[in-house]
């Protein structure tokens, strides 16, 4: 936001600052006297009371307020899915060496569709220094350079101006066929390591809004630099800083909102009967978001003090309240095994999701694909046949994990693995970039442990095998080799090596070390992890370095090395019976096109997957191609006849 927002114009005057030193840094306000800093006490409604005592403490500054503020002016046009965001950015040097400039980040802008960047950034102004210089060095780069360098302790604050696009995401890319294939598309198009998209998490479908990267965020500092684009589009994008949020949204009078954070008021907007404005607070988090759509609705359950929300589309409510129940007691046994979760609120959303991704996390909200919420089916019509097949190529093709042997096991894996999130790298920060394995594996482990502790070992081992395990194999069945879990993503050569390594065999790195220590040394360990990096960012290795303390270098050590530093995946995880999954999957009734699929049919499916070294799916690419499947393709329309996908 700008200064001229009723957010900024309603700051207590705070005067001086005393000096303090935390660390080494002496913090102090040379730079900005005379401006008024920001008081953080309102935006602490967004936690927990129990978390509020001691939160500078926790993060490791010497006060609240020195924690970056984004202050978002935002305001969505519903016809034109398009937006205006004015943001306000209150800086301060935490770090011990002088900083010359700032580099944000508009992240939407480094997976662009064809038709260009979602985002355009308009202006930038420094409103304490008019000598600071602006530019783009790049679509998804914001340089500031003040007149001089900031000091330890120094403050800055930086106006923006920014306006965009949403992709608009057409319904029949959001259902379970749909996102098989596509999924399968991009790793048969060689899903390599310089790509990557947004799975739609900037983008509106099925009636939802999805408001995801939207906002330019400082950039990720290694080494003493800013960080202005990336080798990499796989895994997640993002600082993984610690900051704070205050936003005025302006959304549709109806919309049911999802946001990160609380909502602290809402109130019709004079002259705009069809418009409302709410208010939100969010304190010590690492990204904000939010969701919203008029046919939403949303139901909560209170779980030991926080509101756990799932909102969803009206039509979906069967699905939405599974959902709520499988997050309800994902949270609650992650807060009893791992420590408890410093925020108020806790939501799960729908959205449409796309890209063969089945859900993506952000701090305090996350969300799970459309796909998973209603019946699969290829086109007009369903049936078991088709929702084998889209099983199938959920898993193949599906991003990070998050499938599954049938459409409610794919939920609800997908819903615990994103709940686990809010921990890892939530709560207990890491590097995402260099170190994926670090959160995304721990985060699958964890929704194996929620099935295992609900469940029994029986129903865990065969969801949790079709949602983690069966990546690493599928990975392998496609002749794609076996790499070390931990390295940089840049270094997994495609998309189907980084979701095999991390997603697939890099969970079970835990259950391992689980088995070699006893649960009492290994969850001890867990939540000494924990106890020791909420709200800060854990080292590569810190986790194994507790894991080695709790039960022995010897013994640890080795576990350490082999599954993290080496490739031993196919002695550890077996090979995948492909053949015998299909006639288990596929073998149900037949479709609402054909009939029951048999032997032959198997085999062709085998074929067309690599799996007898046969050719590419039809109406899709060979690999190294590039086009998407289209509704209407003839040779696709003749695969999902014959499998009684469509009429």
Same mark, same amino acid.
């Given at each position: ?27 102090? !306000? ?40 984004? +202050? ?31 580099? /944000? ?15 355009? /950034? ?35 604050? $930086? ?10 995401? +057409? ?26 998209? +947004? ?8 009636? $939802? ?255 949790? +095998? ?86 022995? !270098? ?62 590419? $799916? *039809?109406?899709?690419?060979? *690999? ?24």
């Amino acid at each position: 936001m700008t200064g001229r927002s009723p957010l900024s114009r309603k700051l207590a005057p705070v005067g001086l600052l005393a000096v303090l030193s935390v660390g080494g840094v002496v913090y102090g !306000a040379s730079r900005v006297v005379g401006e008024r800093w920001y008081d953080a006490a309102p935006l602490l409604v967004s936690l927990r009371p129990e978390a509020r005592a001691g939160m500078a403490h926790a993060l490791g500054v010497a006060r609240t307020e020195d924690l970056t503020l984004y +202050d978002l002016d935002l305001a969505y046009d519903p016809p034109a899915a398009a937006f205006t965001l004015s943001e306000d950015v209150w800086f301060t040097n935490t770090t011990s060496e002088p900083l010359a400039d700032l580099v /944000f980040r508009i992240y939407a802008n480094a997976s662009p569709p064809d038709s260009g960047p979602l985002v355009v /950034f308009l202006s930038g102004t420094c409103p304490t220094d008019s000598r600071c210089v602006v530019t783009t060095p790049n679509p998804s780069a914001v340089r500031i350079q003040p007149s001089s360098a900031l000091a330890p302790g120094d403050r800055l604050r $930086i106006s923006l101006a920014l306006k965009g696009n949403l992709t608009r995401i +057409d319904s029949s890319r959001t259902n379970l066929m749909s996102q098989g294939l596509e999924g399968m598309m991009a790793m048969m198009g060689g899903g390599s390591g310089a790509s990557g998209g +947004d799975y739609g998490i900037l983008g509106v479908g099925d009636g $939802i809004v999805s408001f995801g990267n939207f906002y330019a965020v400082l950039a990720r500092r290694v080494a003493g630099t800013w960080e202005t684009g990336e080798a990499s589009k796989l895994g997640d994008l993002g600082s993984d800083r610690m900051a704070s949020f205050r936003a005025r949204l302006e959304l549709p009078v109806h919309a049911k909102l999802a946001v990160t954070g609380a909502v602290t008021s809402e109130q019709p907007i004079a002259g705009k009967p069809d418009r409302r404005e709410v208010r939100v607070a969010a304190a010590a988090i690492r990204d904000f978001a939010l969701l919203f759509g008029d046919a939403m609705e949303t139901e909560s359950r209170d779980v030991t003090g926080v509101h756990v929300h799932s909102f969803h589309l009206k039509a979906d409510h069967e699905a939405g309240a599974r959902v709520l129940d499988v997050a309800a007691h994902a949270f609650e046994d992650f807060e009893r095994r791992f420590g408890p979760y410093p925020y108020a609120d806790l939501s799960v959303s729908e959205a449409a999701v796309v890209e063969g991704a089945g859900g993506v996390e952000f701090s305090g909200l996350v969300t799970a694909a459309s796909m998973f919420y209603r019946p699969a089916s290829g086109g007009g019509g369903g049936g078991g046949d088709a929702d084998g097949l889209a099983a199938l190529l959920g898993q193949l093709g599906g991003a990070g994990g998050a499938g599954g042997g049938m459409t409610d096991g794919m939920l609800e894996f997908v819903v615990a693995h994103e709940v686990a999130h809010q921990w890892w790298h939530g709560l207990v920060g890491s590097d995402s970039r260099d170190h994926p394995y670090e959160d995304e594996a721990l985060a699958q482990y964890s929704a194996l442990l929620y099935l295992l502790d609900r469940y029994g070992p029986a129903k865990a081992d065969k969801i949790g +095998d079709m949602n983690a395990k069966m990546n690493f194999q599928s990975m392998r069945m496609l002749g794609t080799p076996d790499a070390p879990a931990d390295r940089p993503v840049s270094d997994f050569a495609t998309s189907v090596q980084y979701a095999g390594v991390v997603y697939g065999k890099a969970p079970y790195f835990y259950k391992a070390v689980r088995a070699a220590l006893g649960d009492a040394a290994f969850f001890a360990a867990l939540r000494s992890y924990v106890a020791e990096y909420r709200f800060r960012e854990a080292p590569a290795r810190a986790l194994a370095d507790r894991f080695a303390a709790a039960g022995g !270098a010897a013994k640890m050590r080795p576990l350490e090395h082999h599954w993290l530093d080496e490739a031993h995946g196919d002695e550890d995880l077996g090979k995948l019976d492909l053949s015998g999954m299909l006639g288990g999957m596929l073998g149900g009734a037949g479709g609402a096109g054909g009939a029951m699929p048999g032997q032959a049919e198997i085999d062709e499916i085998m074929k067309l997957l690599g799996g007898a070294g046969g050719g590419p $799916i *039809p109406g899709m690419p060979a *690999p190294g191609g590039s086009a998407v499947p289209k509704a209407g393709d003839p040779d696709l329309d003749k695969l999902l006849k014959d499998l009684g996908g469509v009429p």
